[in-house]
T-cell receptor, first 117, second 114 residues
Framework: KAGVTQTPRYLIKTRGQQVTLSCSPI?????VSWYQQTPGQGLQFLFE???????NKGNFPGRFSGRQFSNSRSEMNVSTLELGDSALYLC????????????????FGEGSRLTVL | DAKTTQPTSMDCAEGRAANLPCNHS???????VYWYRQIHSQGPQYIIH???NNETNEMASLIITEDRKSSTLILPHATLRDTAVYYC???????????????FGQGTELSVKP
């Protein structure tokens, strides 16, 4: 069974540019969460999507956005990149139970490592 | 913010049990405790979770105190491959299709030594 797939794995951008990261969840998983990981701040929650709707959001500026498609695949976008956006961006998917709550057992991808110059 | 406190680092001898403590003194009655680990350069991996009873699976055991203010993750026979950062997480309850997200703290860096 394929795991969570994130693309691209590595990318380099310059300040002011924008970036789109993609996440394909495990087949059957409908909840997708995104996290940012940096050495200084650790793992920080960005947002969670379920059924094409964002239902949880972390404390990030509006430059960070995402969406989910009908096949549960998800993308996140960061506009007007800043040096501090350099990080590992992790996507995780999860089964959901009655009411759409994810089970809390998140399956993470290997991440997309973004470097902003 | 994370609702847990963990030691920054711990060492364990290979083959011995690794006992990783976690304090969560402000935990509410309907909040679960989750444990994840992250091996260097990989995404976090789910280990185990529990509410009030002790739990065991093929990876580890979770012991939650009766007052639920602390817990211990036990790796019964640590191997070198268990070297990782271990995160203890109190999961907020889900209300009206909101919440339930996992907020990671700084975790405990466990080094298993030969």
């Amino acid at each position: 069974k394929a795991g969570v797939t994130q693309t691209p794995r590595y990318l380099i951008k310059t300040r002011g540019q924008q970036v789109t990261l993609s996440c394909s969840p495990i087949s059957g998983h409908r909840s997708v969460s995104w996290y940012q990981q940096t050495p200084g701040q650790g793992l920080q929650f960005l947002f969670e999507y379920f059924s094409e709707t964002q239902r949880n959001k972390g404390n990030f500026p509006g430059r960070f956005s995402g969406r989910q498609f009908s096949n549960s695949r998800s993308e996140m976008n960061v506009s007007t990149l800043e040096l501090g956006d350099s990080a590992l961006y992790l996507c995780a998917s999860s089964w959901t139970i009655a009411g759409g709550m994810n089970t809390g057992e998140l399956f993470f991808g290997e991440g997309s490592r973004l470097t902003v110059l | 913010d994370a609702k847990t406190t963990q030691p920054t680092s711990m060492d364990c001898a290979e083959g011995r049990a690794a006992n990783l403590p976690c304090n969560h003194s402000t935990i509410s009655g309907n909040e679960y405790v989750y444990w994840y680990r992250q091996i260097h350069s990989q995404g976090p991996q789910y280990i185990i979770h529990g509410l009030k009873n002790n739990e065991t699976n093929e990876m580890a055991s979770l012991i939650i105190t009766e007052d639920r203010k602390s817990s211990t993750l036990i790796l019964p026979h640590a191997t070198l491959r268990d070297t990782a950062v271990y995160y203890c997480i109190v999961r907020e309850p889900m209300i009206y299709n909101q919440g339930g997200k996992l907020i990671f703290g700084q975790g405990t860096e466990l080094s298993v030594k030969p």
